[in-house]
């Protein structure tokens, strides 16, 4: 089993920053894929990023390539998110998620860290 908790979320003016981190527990995460998936009110929930716990190769959605930045701390066991010129199209709830690097199913999901980009 896997335990991610996310946090870092809050209320920032647009052109702004935020750090998002996923603190993940349990088994090795050594073999899986690390993503942030977000969800705006009214809306499905879509993909943000993606990187392997083991670093190489990241992939992030269109809408937050060059924006956005996600990165991982193996001595931590810890997730970041870090998102540069924010605007309010980004306000969502975000969520941390683990899937095994052979599958495409999440299986894990953290409880989710709330974002709001004031204009």
């Known amino acids: 089993q896997v335990q991610l908790v996310e946090s870092g979320g809050g209320l920032v003016q647009a052109g702004g920053s935020l750090r998002l981190s996923c603190a993940a527990s349990?088994?090795?995460?050594?073999?899986?894929?690390m993503s942030w998936f977000r969800q705006a009110p009214g809306k499905e929930r879509e993909f943000v990023a993606r990187?392997?716990?083991?670093?190489?190769?990241?992939s992030y959605a269109a809408s937050v390539k060059g924006r956005f930045t996600i990165s991982r701390d193996t001595a931590n066991n810890t997730v970041y998110l870090q998102m540069n010129s924010l605007k309010p199209e980004d306000t969502a709830d975000y969520y941390c998620?683990?899937?095994?690097?052979?599958?495409?199913?999440?299986?894990?999901w953290g409880q989710g860290t709330q974002v709001t980009i004031s204009s």
């Open positions: 998620a683990a899937r095994s690097r052979g599958s495409t199913q999440y299986v894990y």
């Open positions: 349990g088994r090795s995460l050594s073999s899986y894929a």
């Open positions: 990187i392997y716990w083991s670093g190489e190769d990241t």
